[in-house]
């Protein structure tokens, strides 16, 4: 069964930068994209970031792009989330996820790590 953990989360300041992890475990990892989805608060939860299975290809929100550097190392079973010159918006809870399949493509989520912007 697939498992996925985050961990990264925490407070910072607007401006300031976070490195969130996700340890996968329980399938092959190099095989599958990856995703990173932020739950903000009070409002839906809206897809960040994804990367394919060979780290060659990544894809962002536009309101992250340049700001955000999403990475993987496969050899560790690793997803990384670089965020920099974070503004409060960026707040809320992030997870990684992955599907097995096209069909379920968010099949797999993590428990979440919670980032919040504020002064």
């Known amino acids: 069964e697939p498992q996925l953990v985050e961990s990264g989360g925490g407070w910072v300041k607007p401006g300031g930068s976070l490195r969130l992890s996700c340890a996968a475990s329980?399938?092959?990892?190099?095989?599958?994209?990856m995703k990173w989805v932020r739950h903000p608060p009070g409002k839906g939860p809206e897809w960040i970031s994804a990367i394919n299975g060979d780290g060659t290809t990544p894809y962002y929100k536009d309101s992250v792009k340049g700001r955000f550097n999403i990475s993987r190392d496969n050899a560790a079973n690793a997803l990384y989330l670089q965020m920099n010159s974070l503004p409060p918006r960026d707040s809320g809870m992030y997870y990684c996820?992955?599907?097995?399949?096209?069909?379920?493509?968010?099949?797999?989520w993590g428990q979440g790590t919670q980032v919040t912007v504020s002064s």
């Open positions: 996820a992955t599907g097995l399949s096209t069909v379920t493509p968010y099949e797999y």
């Open positions: 329980g399938f092959t990892f190099g095989l599958f994209d």
